[in-house]
């Protein structure tokens, strides 16, 4: 009988690797990766483009991501997003992006519409995705849930490093400083909070390296197979 087609859910705070680890354990699998924060920041690209910069536009950005068509494609090995038929894959990791796309992700009605974009793109199984609430909201029964953390320090390194080989000019301490207030920010918001679930697996990365971490959850799902 042929294996059954997981669901597995990585969860956790800004640069704790999970769109590393998640695309890595796709490609091991042969499934798909999604990443739902990239759909977050493509809906704050949106805002952007027309001026709703703000929560006072809440109602317009509702209505920008209801219309909105939002593609994930992969194309030479590396995952493409698309807003509306553009490619927005590089623009999405700008720091006035990061800074404003916690504020738009508070937003009930863009979340909604986006958790039911996720789970129909997952509604076959085989599928990695990450974020910040798939194990709790977007994919409750997924076989395997993954919880990722890392010290801040640490988390402010690694994308550091991530944004300077993109060609971003970045600061170690203002991306700590970012990291923490998006963290606080996604932690506390009322709606969809990032939080592990109680079935999930803690990690803490801080001390492994990512193929210690790909390792552990191939493992966790060969046992869920
Ligand atoms: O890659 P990084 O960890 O910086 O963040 P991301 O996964 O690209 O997500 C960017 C932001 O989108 C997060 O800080 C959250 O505000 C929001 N997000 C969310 O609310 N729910 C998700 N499932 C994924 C992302």
Redesign the pocket.
Known sequence: MADKLLKIAIDGP??AG??TVAKLVALRLNYLYI????M??AITYLAIQYGYNSLDYENNIAELAEAATISLENRENRLHVFVNEQDVTDVIRSPEI?AL??VI?QIASVRNTLVVKQRELAVNGGVVM?????GTR?LPNAEVKIFLTASVEERAKRRCLELQQKGFKVDLNELKVEISE?DN??SERKI?PLIAAKDAVMLDTSYMTIQEVVDKILELCKERL
């Open positions: 800004a640069g999970k769109s990443d739902t924060g990239a977050y920041r990061s796309v916690p992700s990450d974020g910040r609430d798939i977007v998006r920010i996604d969809d």
